[in-house]
């Protein structure tokens, strides 16, 4: 299966701060999203990116949330200031012209 | 509104019988549909997808069917094996790429050896 590479694998923040995830995706794979899944809850849609723009995103994905792709490669979830329910798994995923997302490993990130 | 839902939140089978994880979904503009397999701490992992124009489709010990007037899907894993033990999410999206995906909330498999 193609890989889709994120860091940091574990991240531990203090309320307020920002914190920033990113992922490598699959060469030549341009659709990137981000989903979320609080522990036990489903994995929920946040945004998804093509072309240097937002395509979609959902009412989770507000002010406090901002996607780029800093180098043409990489693409970067930022969370300006970071609340305790922020706590959650975030998945990278990437598509290229099917139907099928590839997802990575996740980034577990912990707000304290 | 939960447009992909899994209404069975975990399932446990034998070794070496047939698993069936269901799905169902209300949005009828869905033509195509994922299973994604997952372990703890782990993404998701691409196992089995369908589109709308078929009603079944089988990889290996993996069969997917649909029902799209009862907008309903199932996953069949026979013989189930310990190591299909994981959580089991549907997902749901429009054909033609560059789409995103709405998952189920997931079921979880627990193969008894």
């Known amino acids: 299966e193609p890989e889709v590479t994120q860091t940091p694998s574990h991240q531990v923040t203090q309320m307020g701060q920002e914190v920033i995830l990113r992922c490598v995706p699959i060469s030549n794979h341009l659709y990137f999203y981000w989903y979320r899944q609080i522990l036990g809850q489903k994995v929920e849609f946040l945004v998804s990116f093509y072309n240097n723009e937002i395509s979609e995103k959902s009412e989770i994905f507000d002010d406090q949330f901002s996607v780029e792709r800093p180098d043409g490669s990489n693409f970067t979830l930022k969370i300006r200031s970071t609340k305790l329910e922020d706590s959650a798994m975030y998945f990278c995923?990437?598509?290229?012209?099917?139907?099928?997302?590839?997802f990575g490993e996740g980034s577990w990130l912990t707000v304290v | 509104d939960q447009q992909v839902k899994q209404n069975s939140p975990s399932l446990s089978v034998q070794e070496g019988r047939i698993s069936i994880l269901n799905c169902d979904y209300t949005n009828s503009m869905f033509d195509y549909f994922l299973w994604y397999k997952k372990y703890p701490a782990e993404g998701p992992t691409f196992l089995i997808s369908?589109?709308?124009?078929?009603d079944k489709n089988e990889d290996g010990r993996f069969t997917v069917f649909l029902n799209k007037s009862a907008k309903h899907l199932s996953l069949h894993i026979v013989p189930s094996q310990p190591g299909d033990s994981a959580v089991y999410f549907c997902?749901?999206?429009?054909?033609?790429?560059?789409?995103?995906?709405?998952f189920g909330t997931g079921t979880k498999l627990q193969v008894i050896p």
């Open positions: 995923a990437n598509t290229g012209a099917g139907n099928t997302i590839y």
């Open positions: 369908i589109s709308s124009i078929k």
């Open positions: 997902a749901a999206t429009l054909s033609g790429g560059y789409q995103k995906v709405t």
